[in-house]
């Protein structure tokens, strides 16, 4: 149980281009979902909290232009990236809270973007 | 806001050894503590996690402790294996600020055959 799913796994873009990335609960309804971006070697970076049925809660310096976040289910959150630029290269991970409740969050595989 | 610090940053056994990580977090509002398992270019695992009103808890060759009052929690790891290397990640979420984690920068476990 506790399934998260991202897809795609790994994208290559090219600059100035738009990239969705989807993140989906398998088998459980999740009300908040959360955004993540993890450089090399380095901790997890929150940023975004979304809520189903309302608009992304952004953490301070992500802009909400550039990564535009759509909770339009229990089951389903997608991260856009628009415009993306080289540095926008990263692993973007999301992760999902169980509706019930508890305190666990799920993480999903992962996402690599590059762009080139 | 929470501020959670882990120890150590790297960490190399002997396979069959134990491994001992540490963190402490700032934020007394906190409590519910977990630990996520990384490999390498895939997702955070839980593999283990504590609340606050509980003082241990153990899961076959894994166990928390949480000492609240000096706000430190450690992952204890017993008879390592291959397997066992990763990047370890602790977590503490306080109760006011809307379901967010803070998570440590992470330690990497090496086990040596």
């Known amino acids: 149980g506790a399934v998260v799913s991202q897809h795609p796994s790994r994208v290559i873009c090219k600059s100035g281009t738009s990239v969705k990335i989807e993140c989906r609960s398998l088998d459980f309804q999740a009300t908040t979902m959360f955004w993540y971006r993890q450089f090399p070697k380095q901790s997890l970076m929150l940023m975004a909290t979304?809520?189903?049925?309302?608009?992304?809660?952004?953490e301070q310096g992500v802009e909400k232009d550039k990564f535009l976040i759509n909770h339009a289910s229990l089951t389903l959150s997608t991260l856009t990236v628009t415009s993306a630029h080289p540095e926008d290269s990263s692993f973007y991970i999301c992760?999902?809270?169980?509706?019930?409740?508890?305190?666990?969050?799920?993480f999903g595989p992962g996402t690599r973007l590059t762009v080139t | 806001g929470e501020n959670v610090e882990q120890h150590p940053s790297t960490l190399s056994v002997q396979e069959g050894d134990s491994a001992v990580i540490k963190c402490t977090y700032s934020d007394s509002a906190s409590n519910y503590f977990p630990w996520y398992k990384q490999e390498l270019g895939k997702g955070p695992q839980l593999i283990i996690d504590i609340r606050s009103n509980v003082g241990e808890k153990k899961d076959q060759r894994i166990a928390v402790t949480l000492n609240k009052t000096a706000k430190h929690f450690s992952l204890h790891i017993t008879e390592t294996q291959p397997e066992d290397s990763a990047v370890y990640f602790c977590?503490?979420?306080?109760?006011?600020?809307?379901?967010?984690?803070?998570f440590g920068t992470g330690t990497s476990l090496t086990v040596i055959p």
């Open positions: 992760s999902a809270r169980d509706w019930r409740g508890s305190q666990e969050q799920y």
């Open positions: 977590a503490a979420e306080p109760t006011n600020t809307g379901n967010q984690f803070y």
């Open positions: 979304s809520n189903e049925g309302s608009k992304a809660t952004y």
